[in-house]
């Protein structure tokens, strides 16, 4: 158990729809990560908060946004979905901090499986 | 970030070690070489990190030449249970504060019984 929490774990919803995932760090980290992975194209970045703000941004949609809270949990929201956007969606977390070792080890959360028909 | 290079799949017997190599040519003076392990539908998983020389934990060892232009990740007595598909990542973790690691397609090793 890595310590990070995702909900929910399985999400089927239909083409056009909105839907929100849930990420919740493990206690401590001030950085979570948002990766999405496909089958024909591997695990990509997608979008980095630290401290609640945005960090670095990867190959994120402008049809998915995402943010992150006070008590520093996170959520992504995926809009006008598609067939294309069926994929295991992960979180990860980490210190965030400087120099901590192994540096800036990530933990990842057991992800959403995110399916669109 | 340094571009890696990884078979894309391997085979081995229980008991067997096993070395899986990554090449990074351009690898960067402030890079760092990690190693991640990742299980079907399960997200990866830490294992290692070096910078050069020989760095060693509990469940493997990382061995990273001089030029640093390639890394092998040394798994000992493998079990079928390290049945997972193994990425080689190498970027400064700290340049910019961008801590995004860029997966490649990975080694996927399979252990037989």
């Known amino acids: 158990d890595s310590g990070v929490t995702q909900t929910p774990k399985h999400l089927i919803t239909a083409t056009g729809q909105r839907v929100t995932l849930r990420c919740s760090p493990r206690s401590g980290d001030l950085s979570v990560y948002w990766y999405q992975q496909s089958l024909d194209q591997g695990l990509q970045f997608l979008i980095q908060y630290y401290n609640g703000e945005e960090r670095a941004k990867g190959n994120i949609l402008e049809r998915f946004s995402a943010q992150q809270f006070p008590d520093l949990h996170s959520e992504l929201n995926l809009s006008s979905l598609e067939l294309g956007d069926s994929a295991l969606y992960f979180c990860?977390?980490?210190?965030?901090?400087?120099?901590?070792?192994?540096?800036?080890?990530?933990?990842f959360g057991p992800g959403t499986r995110l399916t669109v028909l | 970030l340094a571009k890696t290079t990884q078979p894309i799949s391997m085979d081995s017997y229980e008991g067997q070690e096993v070395n899986i190599t990554c090449s990074h040519n351009n690898i960067a003076t402030n890079d760092y070489i990690t190693w991640y392990q990742q299980f079907p539908s399960q997200g990866p998983r830490f294992i290692i990190q070096g910078y050069k020389t020989k760095v060693t934990n509990e469940v493997a060892s990382l061995f990273i030449p001089a030029d640093r232009k390639s890394s092998t990740l040394s798994l000992p007595r493998v079990s079928l249970s390290d049945t997972a598909v193994y990425y080689c990542l190498v970027g400064d973790v700290f340049s910019g504060g961008y801590n995004k690691l860029i997966f490649g397609a990975g080694t996927r090793l399979a252990v037989h019984p």
């Open positions: 990860a977390s980490s210190g965030g901090a400087a120099r901590e070792g192994p540096y800036n080890e990530q933990f």
